[in-house]
């Protein structure tokens, strides 16, 4: 073993000791050994081993570990504390800007375990609620997170879509005339992207005599079909080259799933070379055009052979904010400046949201503040109208699925959306108790971010959705989908489930700050892939029409 690998390791334990709170004298002295040894001229292997403890910076301690791994391979008290630290948390080390100590606050104190979840907690601003840390490291931290983040292969939508069109400018300019269509998951509208692909009307031999000049490329992988490149801009791109006569084919198969595409092809396959555009073979077979984003399953040609779809929800449907914060909790700015924000995309109304007391990372609103919350709320409806401020709370789900507030204040809000926000380890049998228990509660209006997912960084608890949902119908409780790109939950895979209890989503975006509403159309564009119509939305619900459904929830739940 050299000199670096122990030095490394040593790194390793001294600040696993700190994130654990282990003796601090220790992690030092471990942590000055590392330095040493990474110092030293000779080859500690080659050494006696009672020399080891009189080189200079190794103490008692440190040269009996050193020992312990060149005879062993291994340190078993770094072993052991390895086992005891969540992978996600060892990997923040690798997070510019918090230290050992610093993470050690983020896990116990936090109970984060993973980057993808101290990502998200920054953007609601939580970091900086805690002692060491402030509002430029909090950036400091979102900064280092979406760069490293950026290296690892898997992206947000919401990441890759400012890139994809600059990559497909770049690939415009180098291959000018040629016919070019984007394809894949990110044409699908997928919720995680691994790469951008694109078919280009070009032989393999001309594809990589014109890209092999460009430094913004660099060949990964090529097999018969493509070649994959990686790209200064962090995310790998596939181009597929393709003849004339095949592209339209290819075009309809690279964007769409295997089983839409054998079942289209089995029922229209001939003559594809005849064909100028997808929207062109569509159109000639008599069927209504079918876009990559509905292109999952069998079930849309037959629709689509009715030659009409439905009308599937658009950005300008959505009517009102439903889920925000204001800095009355962990969010950024004040409650006129949410709604000022609202007013000017077009919104008719705005729900706020804050975090209630149970949320106390989140500087949860107790009793007195709501008091003097909705009093606020009423004068700034005066000034506002004809825009209006709904009271509404945003009611941590407790461990026995109660909500956090006596009946007598829950019933001062006009509606409640309920969520878990901790404890999220449970087994199915745990998370279906709570969440059902939190559904039946007649206050409860909606159901918040259902699964707690944080995509790339956190899988949702485990559930039984067919239960769930059949619970929301039988309760009246709307489900939403949450438009954070970070979330986008619940997923868009057990909306038609949804719909099929005639139980209401609402795309919602729990903004945080004024521009985090924008992250509605990410909300859309996930409803779309589920064939969601406005008329299932309640966040596309006029002013009037959610009033009367907020009138009519709670005439039939607190009857």
């Known amino acids: 073993m050299e000199n670096s690998q122990i030095a490394d390791t040593f790194s390793l334990l001294s600040k696993l ?24 001229s000779l080859p500690l292997k080659d050494l006696p081993i009672e020399k080891i403890a009189s080189i200079k910076g190794i103490g008692t301690s440190s040269a009996q570990k050193i020992i312990e791994l060149l005879q062993n391979g291994k340190i078993f008290f770094l072993e052991e504390l390895i086992e005891k630290t969540p992978p996600g948390v060892i990997e923040m080390l690798s997070i510019k800007g918090i230290g050992p100590k610093k993470i050690h606050t983020i896990w116990k104190e936090m109970e984060i375990e993973t980057i993808g979840e101290l990502l998200y907690a920054c953007k609601e601003n939580r970091l900086k609620l805690y002692k060491g840390f402030g509002e430029k490291t909090q950036q400091n931290v979102i900064e280092s997170i979406e760069f490293y983040l ?27 005339g040629k016919r070019i269509e984007a394809t894949g998951k990110f044409i699908r509208q997928f919720e995680t992207i691994d790469e951008l692909e694109y078919i280009i009307e070009i032989s393999m031999e001309e594809l990589e005599e014109k890209i092999s000049s460009v430094d913004f490329f660099s060949l990964k992988t090529k097999d018969n079909d493509a070649v994959l490149y990686a790209t200064q801009a962090g995310i790998d791109i596939k181009i597929y080259p393709s003849s004339a006569s095949q592209f339209i ?11 839409f595409q054998t079942a289209l092809f089995k029922e229209f396959s001939s003559d594809l070379d005849r064909y100028s555009s997808e929207k062109d073979f569509f159109e000639k077979n008599q069927i209504a055009y079918i876009p990559p984003f509905l292109r999952e399953t069998p079930e849309i040609i037959a629709i689509a052979k009715k030659n009409v779809l439905p009308e599937i929800i658009q950005k300008n449907d959505i009517k009102g904010v439903i889920h925000c ?48 919350q909705h009093q606020l709320i009423d004068e700034l409806n005066e ?55 939190a559904i039946e509660n007649p206050y409860t209006s909606i159901l918040g971010h259902m699964t707690g997912r944080l995509l790339l960084s956190r899988p949702g608890y485990p559930l039984d959705f067919e239960k769930i949902i059949e619970a929301c ?18 997923d868009w895979r057990q909306i038609p489930n949804v719909l099929k209890k005639n139980v209401l989503i609402s795309i919602n975006p729990d903004a945080h700050q004024t521009e985090g509403i924008d992250v509605l159309k990410y909300g859309v564009l996930t409803a779309q892939k589920a064939m969601v119509t406005k008329n ?24």
């Open 473 to 490: 119908a039988e309760n009246n409780v709307v489900i939403e989908l949450n438009a954070h790109p970070n979330r986008l939950d619940i």
């Open 383 to 437: 000034k506002l109208v004809p825009f209006k401020i709904f009271k509404s709370i945003e009611s941590d789900i407790l461990n026995d699925g109660s909500l956090d507030y006596s009946d007598a204040v829950l019933s001062t809000f006009d509606l409640v959306i309920a969520s878990v926000h901790s404890n999220l380890k449970m087994s199915q049998e745990k998370a279906m108790a709570r969440l059902l228990r």
């Open 150 to 176: 950026k290296n690892q292969g898997s992206h947000l939508y919401a990441q890759i879509e400012s890139i994809a069109d600059e990559i497909k400018a770049i690939i415009q300019e180098i291959f000018k």
């Open 17 to 40: 000791m700190d994130i654990h709170g282990e003796n601090s004298f220790k992690s030092k002295s471990y942590s000055s050994a590392a330095f040493s040894i990474d110092k030293l």
């Open 536 to 559: 299932y939305n309640l966040s596309s619900f006029s002013l009037k029409e959610f009033e009367n459904f907020i009138e009519h929830q709670k005439n039939t739940k607190l009857r």
């Open 249 to 259: 084919r290819q075009s309809i198969m690279l964007s769409s799933s295997a089983d």
């Open 325 to 372: 914060h204001s800095n009355w909790s962990d969010g950024s700015n004040t409650i006129e400046e949410m709604a000022q924000a609202a007013i000017e995309r077009g919104m008719e109304y705005l729900v706020l949201s804050d975090h209630s007391k149970s949320a106390f990372y989140a500087q949860g609103l107790y009793e007195e503040k709501i008091k003097a």
